[in-house]
């Protein structure tokens, strides 16, 4: 009976919420301009903002990995205000807004706005990103079994988001200039918003995605009602932001997240010293660990617009195939074409009670991750005279990796959910959210040690070749031996955790 309400009520559309492929179309083109601008970031910084200095690849470095640490721990900020004040619909509109004026300002020539603009995507991402996955999750009541599914679908909406930006932001950035790739960036997002406001005009929202309550929402603060008020405190956060990025010599971000870490492990410990059962606390000891696993996983991963990057522009040879800024995009082909296979596995496994707890999944994940950097440590050995390696070495790499994320990622995501305690969810999620922040500072850590300095002798080549091959042989040795020790602590874990996992 109520069923056949809900679907008077909320149109459907190929089995699921109609909403839903509102939602698909507007974060993919979200993530268009979120992954075709980080495609060209670093080659940006390199060429443009930091060429006329030696230690160009290392203020580039600190630079991408604030910006990367700053735009996912905003989503922590950006839920919680959305929970309590602006709901889920506003807080999309407002971060969407941010980040395609953050777009546009970076086609903008000049450092200043440069930084400024960064600062709006950290603001806009705030908004934007946590509320826009939790608005699918509200698409379903409790239980609802088409719910994985319509996260699979979200997550290739994604992925095709950040497969096609970086293919198309990297051709015009090289056929016209940078500014015309980030310009591009900035129209894919407007296209997210206008998608979005065409599912609130056309209704299939139903009436998700409001204010919690129209008191916060109204409730005026210094004379001005919240709902305007957090926009202008938004805006005026990003010049603060935008700052703390410039000081790159500083590194304040770096300081600031160490600081962050302790505090938010600290808490948790006081969370899991006073739960009440037993099985909650292993519950969460788990979801730590998870995190905590993860956050090594995208310290790797993400090194994938950095290092990686510049390796792609200084020694593979990419000649007739894609331009370096456009290798970005082959994570999210390989995660376009192994999403559906690796979940088929999984629920295969399952069938078969063969489903393996998720930190053998996590374990096999850093595996994957060290395999992956293997792969590009040995591809030196193919090198020509000129240091240039064949493009399957990254292909490869791209590929394995790929697998790796879908062992953790998604599994990691929904897991989240099942294993907190229920009034510290959303906590929880940000805490998630906080993996890939600090993950950031990995990569900024590593992609320094991997600085090439500037002179005219030693950038490309056989110099640069030896620094990156040395470095990702560091990298594959780390990542497998976090792969290793997490999959021979699984069985200890299973006689600590029992059926938790
Ligand atoms: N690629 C995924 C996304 O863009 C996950 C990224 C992350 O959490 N580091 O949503």
Not at 344 to 366: E, Q
């Amino acid at each position: 009976m109520s069923d056949s309400i809900t679907i008077k009520e909320e149109p459907q559309m190929f089995g699921h919420p109609k909403g839903l492929f509102y939602l698909f179309f507007a974060e993919l083109w979200e993530r268009f301009s979120f992954y075709g601008m980080r495609a060209l970031l670093t080659l940006y910084m390199v060429e443009k903002i930091f060429n006329a200095i030696a230690e160009r690849d290392a203020a580039t470095a600190v630079v991408y990995a604030s910006y990367g640490s700053l735009v996912y721990a905003s989503t922590v900020i950006g839920g919680q205000i959305s929970d309590k004040i602006l709901g889920m619909r506003s807080s999309i509109f407002l971060g969407g807004i941010l980040m395609a004026l953050g777009h546009f300002v970076l086609a903008i020539e000049n450092d200043m706005a440069f930084f400024l603009a960064l600062a709006l995507i950290v603001v806009g991402n705030g908004f934007f990103k946590p509320n826009i996955s939790t608005f699918v999750g509200a698409l379903y009541k409790d239980g609802d079994v088409r719910k994985d599914s319509g996260f699979t679908i979200f997550y290739m909406g994604i992925n095709i988001g950040g497969m096609v930006a970086p293919f198309l932001c990297g051709l015009l950035a090289v056929k016209y200039g940078y500014h015309y790739g980030f310009g591009l960036a900035g129209i894919g997002m407007l296209a997210g918003l206008i998608v979005f406001w065409r599912g609130i005009t056309s209704n299939v929202f139903g009436d998700k995605g409001m204010p919690p309550s129209n008191e916060a929402y109204e409730k005026k603060v210094i004379g001005v009602p919240q709902k305007t008020l957090i926009p202008i405190i938004a805006f005026l956060t990003a010049p603060g932001i935008a700052w703390l990025l410039s000081s790159w010599k500083s590194n304040y971000v770096s300081g600031i997240f160490k600081f962050i870490g302790v505090a938010v492990l600290v808490y948790l410990g006081y969370i899991i010293y006073n739960l009440k059962t037993n099985e909650a606390r292993k519950k969460l000891i788990m979801a730590v660990l998870i995190t905590f696993f993860m956050t090594l996983f995208w310290g790797f991963h993400e090194l994938s617009g950095s290092v990686i990057t510049l390796f792609a522009s200084r020694n593979v040879d990419l000649d007739g195939i894609m331009t370096a800024a456009q290798t970005n995009g082959l994570n999210s082909m390989f995660i376009i074409i192994l999403a559906i296979p690796i979940s088929l596995l999984w629920g295969y496994l399952s069938k078969k009670k063969l489903n393996p707890r998720t930190p053998y999944k996590f374990g096999l994940g850093l595996l994957f991750a060290g395999l992956s950097f293997y792969i590009l440590s040995v591809s030196g050995v193919s090198a020509d005279e000129n240091g240039m390696v064949p493009f399957y070495y990254l292909f490869a790499m791209y590929f394995i990796i790929s697998i790796g994320e879908l062992f953790m990622s998604p599994v990691g995501l929904s897991k989240i959910t099942d294993l907190s305690p229920k009034n510290i969810v959303a906590f929880m999620m940000g805490v998630w959210f906080l993996s890939s922040a600090f993950a950031f500072q990995i990569v900024g850590f590593i992609s320094k040690q991997l600085a090439v300095e500037s002179t005219d002798t030693n950038v490309g080549g056989l110099q640069t070749l030896a620094i990156y091959t040395n470095g990702f042989d560091l990298i594959a040795k780390y990542a497998l031996g976090a792969g290793v020790l997490v999959l021979l602590f699984s069985p200890l874990m299973k006689k600590l955790m029992g059926n938790v996992h």
